[in-house]
């Protein structure tokens, strides 16, 4: 098993490569996530730290905005 340090390092790896993703796409689609948020429910603050690659604990949440987005969000985990 990974000690600790190494372990969060790694989600926070994690999380950083989800929000590259997201970004890349409303980016690309010129969206912003206060006009995605008022269109999909999900919280505000819970797209700025989807966004900003914080922690989520809400994994509906993901699903919903990967179905808005029409794209399957891949996570690649850092080990």
């Known amino acids: 098993m990974l000690p600790k ?15 590259r993703q997201v970004n890349h796409i409303l980016f690309d689609r ?4 206060v006009n ?11 797209l700025e730290n989807i966004t900003l690659g914080r922690e989520i604990h809400r994994s509906g949440d993901l699903r919903r905005l990967a179905e ?12």
């Open 5 to 19: 340090s190494i372990e969060k390092e790694n989600w926070r790896q994690t999380r950083h490569n989800l929000a």
């Open 36 to 46: 995605v948020a008022d269109q999909t429910g999900i919280p505000l603050h819970v």
């Open 68 to 79: 808005f987005l029409e794209m399957k969000i891949k996570i690649e985990l850092v080990e």
């Open 30 to 33: 010129q969206l912003s996530i």
